[in-house]
């Protein structure tokens, strides 16, 4: 079937599946096909949404429309959420309309074995929730993403916090990541993109409004490939930004991390770094991890760089571990 998501005109709600006080619910073994720009999955938080169940459907053909939508194939804001073996695909690197596969909200979020591919972003990890009569709070605890596949990804996790909003317990482990760069470039990125979002990496920040409590990043492969030349393009900016694992805010928001552990992570070929970090780390433990042929940016040899205050000058100092 074909879903266009609506008309871009009037701002009409682009979703197939939408929940709100939802609770028990399943989509199980679904197919759904030629989406452009839509919410397939949206499960809203309000009124105590709990205890959904997203698994083994199928989400192909993303993207591709005329315009791009910020959408997530697969949206949860409840409490307790199991999201796994699902399989999202956009129709080639780069569609419009293709921007993040999963967004994960609430507390209790066992996203699990999925693959997605051809996604701008693979999934957004958030520290926010939907305030209810009996849980008037918006603190996010326990979210796990394990042995997720991703392929053809500009980034792969984004840590999304909001401000004065807690945020604990984060499990990010084994999965396998392999990011491209010029199929996004050639395309040319959405506008929300530029200066730091415009960097590919691993898992990185898109926003960062508030600190975070206990976080494992564990066992993980980023393999970046796929890029060229077209590095030079204007649209790409914030070098340093572009690490296997890049905790670093665009401002001088220095809102950190406590008690993180990043171990037995692999990194290969990282435009930048294969760790970076510009936050308040608070008892970080960096160990037996694994990054090959960081800094390839040092390498660039295209025409002058254009005239962007997050453009950084492509330097033998981004070749660090």
């Known amino acids: 079937m074909d879903y266009d998501g609506g008309a871009v005109e009037t701002g009409s709600l682009r979703q197939i599946f939408a929940f709100s006080g939802a609770k028990r619910f399943k989509v199980h073994g679904c197919t759904f096909d030629n989406v452009l720009g839509v919410w397939v999955i ?6 105590g949404s709990s ?35 699902n399989r999202v695909t956009g129709r080639f690197t780069g569609a419009k309309g293709a921007r993040t596969a999963f967004e994960i909200h609430g507390s209790d979020q066992n996203v699990t074995q999925n693959i997605i591919d051809k996604m701008l972003v693979g999934i ?41 909003q807690g945020f604990a317990d984060i499990l990010v482990a084994n999965n396998n990541v392999t990011l491209v760069v010029d199929d ?7 506008l929300f993109a530029a200066g730091q979002y415009a960097a590919v990496f691993g898992i990185g920040i898109k926003d960062w409004g508030s600190p975070i409590t ?48 990043v171990t037995e ?41 254009p005239n962007d205050p997050y453009w950084d000058n492509f330097t033998t100092s981004h070749q660090s571990g």
């Open 184 to 190: 996004f470039l050639n395309k040319g990125l959405p």
């Open 124 to 164: 957004n990890i958030v520290g926010h929730k939907q305030a209810t009569e009996t849980d008037p709070t918006s603190i996010v605890n326990r979210q796990s993403f394990t042995f997720n596949t991703m392929t053809n990804v500009y980034n792969g996790f984004q840590f999304w916090t909001y401000q004065e």
């Open 51 to 85: 205890d959904a169940t997203i698994t083994n459907n199928i989400c192909k053909n993303v993207g591709g429309n005329n315009f791009d939508f910020d959408v997530s194939v697969i949206y949860t804001d409840c409490e307790r959420a199991l999201v796994s073996g």
């Open 265 to 305: 992570n692999t990194v290969v070929s990282p435009l930048s770094s294969g760790f970076y970090s510009l936050i308040n780390l608070n008892r970080a433990n960096v160990s037996s991890n694994t990054f090959q042929d960081p800094g390839l940016m040092a390498y660039y040899t295209g025409g002058p760089q």
């Open 214 to 261: 206990r976080v494992r990043i564990h066992k993980n492969t980023f393999s970046f490939t796929n890029f060229g030349s077209i590095l030079q393009d204007s649209e790409f900016a914030a070098a340093t930004y572009s690490a296997g694992i890049s905790l670093a805010t665009l401002n001088d928001n220095k809102i950190g991390i406590n008690d993180l552990k």
């Open 42 to 47: 949206f499960n809203a938080g309000a009124d």
